[in-house]
Nanobody
């Protein structure tokens, strides 16, 4: 089994900051790309940011300059520091990771966390 557990969501005023964390655990042989996606009510899930095992990052235009993704490979944890938050950032934020599990070393599988709510008030 593999689990992704997110934490750090909550309610914040516009202009404020939040830091999301996502820890991967379980039968993990290798951990590849990790990232954050978000989904607001009535919309499709969208990319926020990703980071490779080597530290290369990719951001959605909406996140550039305000959000920073990082990871700790020893702790198998990915972080999302969100600054200058806007009401449009309100969404459920999902952690994503590409993992090679010990129970199936022939494949790399994508896993999702359960989501954490971020609400930005105006």
């Amino acid at each position: 089994q593999v689990q992704l557990v997110e934490s750090g969501g909550g309610l914040v005023q516009a202009g404020g900051s939040l830091r999301l964390s996502c820890a991967a655990s379980g039968s993990i042989a290798s951990l590849y790309v990790m990232g954050w996606y978000r989904q607001a009510p009535g919309t499709q899930r969208e990319l926020v940011a990703t980071i490779t095992a080597g530290g290369s990052t990719n951001y959605a235009d909406s996140a550039k300059g305000r959000f920073t993704i990082s990871r700790d490979n020893v702790k198998k944890t990915v972080y999302l520091q969100m600054n200058s938050l806007k009401p449009d950032d309100t969404a459920v934020y999902y952690c994503y990771a590409e993992i090679k599990p010990y129970f199936n070393l022939n494949t790399i599988q994508g896993y999702w966390g359960q989501g954490t709510q971020v609400t930005v008030s105006s």
